[in-house]
């Protein structure tokens, strides 16, 4: 008995010991399901999509080698249009006449295009501006038949799990007025897809990774200026960001590591029995603040 009393605190000690490791290892256990809980999955942060600006290159860390142009750039006298004022109202009204037409067209017709009008608009699209000059872009333009039905084979698949598992209620829901999902029969129908891809770094001469500064803004900027090229010679799109597809298209179309897959557009004239969505734009009001 005298044993028994000596032993009980031991024993109400180890008790205790394998409770608390008990209660750890279930607390644990529950933190990760919570952890699991709050960070569902978001396929909008797609490796692709995102911005390499912040992060500098690994082995160029310490390094202040020149990157851009020659070191002695010549500079030459602007000469730019000067208009009246007159001018200048009536050419900005009627520029934004135009744009204001432009709209997201998914009916896209099979008929031909020149080829002369998509080098065209792409050169203007390399007018744009870029950090430091780095010009940061490629325009992969796909016009094989093959080609484009493997695209949409790509896109359609992704697309699919996207709606059904990765975007959420509230995402689907939001595009269910606009009619749209995943099968994408444009990629097919259109004349020429354009896949524009950002350079999230360049090569030196030297072999060494060369910094492309703020390379997704300057590829947005010339993006925009490619819709704005299509309106002007009545050509039609819609603005596609491919989510979790740029891997396989990269390799698909054999585009280098450095570039990532940006914006994929569909090219070409609307079909006759073409429709789109009645949608107002926001008044000068509400986009504008004059300080």
Sequence with gaps: MALFSSLTPVFIAIICVLIGVIMKKTSGEKQKCDTKSKHPSRPWVDEDLKDDTD?????????????????????????????????????SQTFYELLNKRRSVRFLSDEPVPREVIDNVIRTAGTSPSGAHTEPWTFVVVQDPYLKHKIREIVEEEEEINYKKRMGDRWVNDLKRLRTNWIKEYLDTAPYLILIFKQVYGRLPNGKKKTHYYNEISVSIACGILLAALQNVGLYTVTSTPLNCGPQLRVLLQRPANEKLLLLLPVGYPKKDATVPALTRKPLEEIMVVM
């Design 55 to 91: 992060h500098p290159l690994e082995e160029e860390e310490g390094e202040e080698e020149w990157q851009g142009l020659e070191e002695n750039v010549a500079h030459v006298p602007f000469s730019g249009e000067r208009y009246s004022e007159a001018e200048m109202i009536k050419k």
